[in-house]
């Protein structure tokens, strides 16, 4: 296993409320990501950090934040959920520090209702 | 976004057979990876390509990175039923971003 922790790992809220999901790290790496799942769609970047409040957007950033004020924990939130924002999130960790691979976490389940 | 194009979208085979699946890109990449999804968990790698040409076996899997470096290819012989999975496709190309595919779901008949 890669050390990478996701909470909550389920979780359902409500249309307009903000959410935060968390990905703890215990390898001390510099690169953490986080992607959403979606049948048809595979897996989308969402937004990555290289550092300590170091992030950058990926392809599907519209409607999340991240923050990274630890080298451990990255952060990602929704501000207002939509039912569109309903999927699989996936932390990960790793880049090019790391023989340009990625490793998962377990994932984390949203459903916005 | 990066499209990663993975065929075919599904698979379904008898216990025994061998299976091939592709991935390919618009784009070249420097790095290609394979992974499978078990139900309800996060990708898992299993096998990771540097060089163009490259063929790497994990098992009874094996992967090469084309020579064009826009798609790579995963064989497996003698599936189980234990394959059952989603296998994905990553590319990744300058900097530390990776494209993913939009996966192989195997189905493996005992």
């Known amino acids: 296993d890669a050390g990478i922790t996701q909470s909550p790992r389920h979780k359902v809220t409500e249309t307009g409320t903000p959410v935060t999901l968390r990905c703890h790290q215990t390898?001390?790496?510099?690169?953490m990501y986080w992607y959403r799942q979606d049948p048809g769609h595979g897996l989308r970047l969402i937004h990555y950090s290289y550092g300590v409040k170091d992030t950058d957007k990926g392809e599907v950033s519209d409607g999340y934040s991240v923050s990274r004020s630890k080298t451990e924990d990255f952060l990602l939130t929704l501000e207002s959920a939509t039912s569109s924002q309903t999927s699989v999130y996936f932390c990960?960790?790793?880049?090019?520090?790391?023989?340009?691979?990625?490793?998962f976490g377990e994932g984390s389940w949203l459903t916005v209702v | 976004g990066q499209q990663l194009n993975q065929s075919p979208q599904s698979m379904f085979i008898q216990e025994g057979e061998d299976v091939s699946m592709n991935c390919t890109s618009s784009s070249i990449f420097n790095t290609w990876l394979w992974y499978k999804q078990d139900p309800g968990e996060g990708p898992v790698l299993l096998i990771a390509?540097?060089?163009?040409?490259e063929l790497t076996s994990n098992g009874r899997l094996t992967a090469q990175f084309g020579i064009t470096r826009k798609d790579s290819f995963l064989n497996i012989s003698a599936s189980i039923p234990s394959d059952v999975g989603i296998y994905f496709c990553a590319g990744q190309r300058s900097g530390n971003q990776f494209y993913f595919g939009t996966g192989t779901s195997l189905t493996v008949i005992p």
């Open positions: 990960a960790i790793g880049g090019s520090t790391w023989g340009n691979t990625i490793y």
């Open positions: 390898e001390n790496h510099r690169y």
């Open positions: 390509l540097y060089k163009a040409g």
